[in-house]
């Protein structure tokens, strides 16, 4: 193991991982104080608290239960996941946020508040760790990973034939959306977050994410096509100007759920989760409407993250099947927006964000620690999910470090 180098981790950095069958785990982890209950448990979340950082251990490992929600059915026999015998001693360079040296997983893991971490290659687990009394049962949330997916989903219902071209607008699939802004952008500007629709998504709980929210799995709302006018101001010519709207992919899900004809889990569970083999059901946030809402609200277990993390990784194969179209993959997976352009360091695909071209790859991200890091070239992949206290935590730097690590060590 390498030794924590100069800069201070998160207090409380918890206690030793237990072992069994490759998988570590222990019931603690950094911030205790701020995660956890005066007798070490993790406060039960409701719908009016599961946001706030005291309930989100449990609330982030069950979103599913406490607001309505929608299965994708796993096969009735699992894929087989590889496990390496024993860790790869992988060590990393620290970020500044949490200081600077030479750190190994087990320092990450005392520096963050990481609830799984997942390192597969090429089919085979090479780490797979949970904290705070997390286990490999627990369906994990995304928040915005199910953007991706939904973009994902889009390609596959192209290449159907169930929409005919990225080039319609919304409302060519979903006439409710007449007259609004939405629906006469094209589903290209949708899926690259360049719509010129206003929509301020900062997560101060005041802003257009919330009120999306409120309106679609808070349910004040019938939701589904009622949802988009409520956002109706156009401030850029579609195509003109990226930035990060939630609400745009709550629009493709809803021209998805019409362009096929079915809730879009049965959907995925068709044509990627039982291919894929998924170990367990995962499951879908729904507004009113019963549409799954897309923009967040995907829940799996850690490995079957994995599971899809590879179908990437693998140019849309698995198991001698194309799942995913090789050109639609290609296309979401290169940057259509510049980091330069979005700001971000990211540059930005169909729903799907880019690692600047020194690094190569692409990432799934979801506020508070959400991520799965995606390399072809290694068949490499590493997930993530956490309890990070903020949507804009800077802790996010340290996990991109750690990947880099993983980079290397592969």
Known sequence: MLASACGAPWPGRGSPFVYRGGIGSRSDGPMMPQLSTLGGGFSTANRGNWWQQAYSVDSFSRLDDIWP????????????????????????????????????????LSRNPT???????????????????????HRLTSFSMAKTLVAMLIGLALEEGHIGS???????IVPELLGCEYGATPLRHLLTMSSGVAFRETYDGRDDSAGLSRLTFGGQSAGGAAVPPFFNTRIAAPGRRWYYASSETFVLA???RRAIGRPIAEY??????QPLGAEADASWLTDRSGLEIGYMGFNAVLRDYGRL???????GQHGGRQLLPQGWLAAMTRAHFSGAETARWFGYGYQTWIFPPAEGGFALLGVRGQAIFVDPSRRLAMVHTAVRPDARDPGGADLAALWRGVKRHV
Do not use: C, N
Request: net charge negative; aromatic share 8%; glycine share 10%.
């Open 268 to 273: 995925f569970a068709e044509k990627l989760w």
């Open 69 to 108: 929600s929608i299965r994708s059915a796993a096969p009735a026999t699992p894929s087989p996941l590889r496990r390496r015998a024993g860790e790869p001693d992988i060590g990393f360079d620290g970020a500044p946020v949490h200081g600077l040296g030479r750190f190994s997983i087990d320092d990450y």
């Open 254 to 256: 809803l021209v998805l």
């Open 166 to 172: 990225i080039e319609q607008t919304a409302a060519s």
């Open 309 to 315: 993390a590879m179908l990437l990784a693998s140019g």
């Open 115 to 137: 609830t799984g971490l997942l390192i597969i290659r090429d089919g085979e687990i090479l780490v797979e760790r949970y904290q705070y009394a997390r286990h490999d049962q």
